[in-house]
């Protein structure tokens, strides 16, 4: 059956914030090149459009003093991560820019008195009020895809993605990707002078997460397979929520007197005391921290949680409440440089796609402004590139696809079966940096991997082995 090969210069994969952020400076940089945005959603797609609470946090710098704090407090909070100054003095410095572009393109910022913008203070970043505020989301989405629509940028909308095609194996040019319909069956192949990663985070690998549904969380795997270099991907923002309707819980409201929690064998234990000076402390981030010493509330409560990352919990005033540590977005991702490029001959990345601005913690807000700082000059190189980039040969770009397409089925049973299984698994063993048994999950998740013909279920299961891994010193992801 003949495949279905479509042609244009910039392929952004994801249409999130980062993903149309790029796709906008691709096309102002270069506006004779054709730039189309895949989606896996018609209409409101990404992590960032689909948020439960419909509003989004900014970190804005808008003079130098703001600008040195953000880089002091980014670096403080990075370990056990790594972080790239050059990227955190980047961020800093064009945020407030990259702000005025979505003011003025219309997103619904909160105004405050004298009309001035609403300004409030971040999470692991409690003394300095730099973070603007935008809500309604599907009011910015539209805002920001009018704007490509206006520039001609062309959308492809209810497609998944299932691997990049890479012609020249010795060069390593990334020149398009593999297709397929979100319904099922179709494929199609895209060539690409150069292509933008930015597929979201991995947080719909666990059970409990706040990430948009039907998202795949199957970016790292896609990206380490191009030959980018990973950085701080066991770290994610995980966060307490009461369950079943998903709202955001004040874990430090149960450090008091009379706070209990039921363990996993049905019993109540008391709250430890020595826990309770930690209650400021912790009061200042939502997300459980890495390396700080508040984390010892969170890992007290982990250890009672059971595999499905639940726990009840009693809060004198209040009563019992099930709360769930869930999964919220990735610190790490493939590492670039400045402009976004990861590396690797036509491919850059951005959002949670990219890492090296963050560390193993983030200050709130701090992505969004990532996805714009770091959007903007991933599509304004990726523009360039593909500009100056030599021909694609078209007759071996469809021979690797049909080979993508060929060694990469789908398997509906694999995913029923295997998928549940892994994001039970991820829940119970690798949140906030891994717990006892992850090491021997992770085997068992690379057991599977030789068995498996679905290429969704495949891609997860890679993913969830570069999660799951642990970091050397030097941040870089390898092999359990």
Wanted: proline residues 4%.
């Amino acid at each position: 059956m003949p495949l279905t090969i479509l042609h244009t210069d910039v392929l952004v994969l994801g249409a999130g914030l980062a993903g149309m952020r790029a796709a906008w400076a691709a096309l102002e940089t270069q506006p004779n090149l054709n730039v189309t945005i895949v989606s896996d959603h018609f209409g409101l797609s990404g992590s960032s459009f689909t948020n439960i609470n419909d509003k989004l946090g900014m970190q804005v710098c808008r003079n130098d003093r703001e600008r040195e704090n953000y880089i002091r407090e980014a670096t403080s909070i990075a370990a056990p991560g790594v972080i790239d100054p050059d990227l955190v003095r980047i961020l800093a410095e064009e945020s407030e820019a990259r702000f005025f572009d979505l003011v003025r393109i219309g997103f619904p910022f909160v105004r405050g008195e004298h009309q001035d913008y609403f300004r409030t203070t971040g999470c692991f970043s409690p003394g300095e009020t730099r973070a603007v505020v935008f809500t309604g989301l599907s009011v910015a989405f539209e805002k920001i895809k009018n704007k490509l629509l206006s520039f001609g940028g062309r959308f492809l909308e209810g497609w998944l993605v299932q691997d990049l095609v890479k012609i020249d194996q010795r060069q390593g040019r990334i020149c398009g990707a593999v297709l397929q319909s979100a319904a099922g069956g179709e494929k199609v192949a895209v060539t690409a002078r150069s292509v933008i990663v930015a597929l979201g985070g991995p947080a719909s690998l666990f059970i409990q997460n706040v990430s948009e549904p039907g998202t795949q969380g199957i970016a790292q795997a896609i990206l380490k397979r191009a030959g980018a270099t990973m950085v701080n991907t066991p770290y994610l923002q995980f966060m307490w929520y009461a369950v079943p309707e998903r709202r955001f819980w004040s874990i430090q409201s149960c450090l008091k007197e009379g706070a209990l929690v039921r363990n996993l064998g049905g019993e109540l234990l008391t709250v430890q005391k020595k826990l309770f000076g930690l209650a400021e402390e912790r009061a200042t981030h939502c997300p459980v921290g890495y390396g700080l010493a508040d984390s010892a509330v969170d890992q007290f409560f982990i250890e009672h949680i059971n595999p499905n990352g639940e726990i009840d919990v009693f809060e004198p005033g209040k009563g019992w409440s099930t709360i769930a540590l869930m999964a919220h977005a990735g610190n790490g991702g493939a590492g670039i440089d400045r402009d976004g490029w990861t590396g690797v001959p036509g491919i850059y990345a951005c959002g949670e796609s990219a890492g090296g601005m963050h560390g193993a913690n983030r200050i709130g807000g701090a992505m969004v402004t990532s996805t714009q700082v770091f959007g903007a000059r991933a599509g304004k190189t990726a523009a360039n590139y593909a500009a100056d980039a030599d021909t694609i040969n078209e007759k071996a770009f469809e021979i690797i696809a049909k080979q993508i397409i060929h060694s990469q089925k789908e398997d509906e049973n694999q995913q029923r079966e295997i998928i549940p299984w892994l994001r039970k698994g991820m829940q119970e063993f690798a949140i906030v940096g891994g717990r006892p048994g992850l090491k021997s999950f992770m085997a068992q998740v690379r057991e599977q991997l030789p068995s498996v013909r679905d290429w969704r279920t495949r891609l997860a299961l890679e993913s969830a082995l570069i999660i799951g891994g642990r970091c050397t010193d030097s941040g870089l992801w390898y092999t359990v």
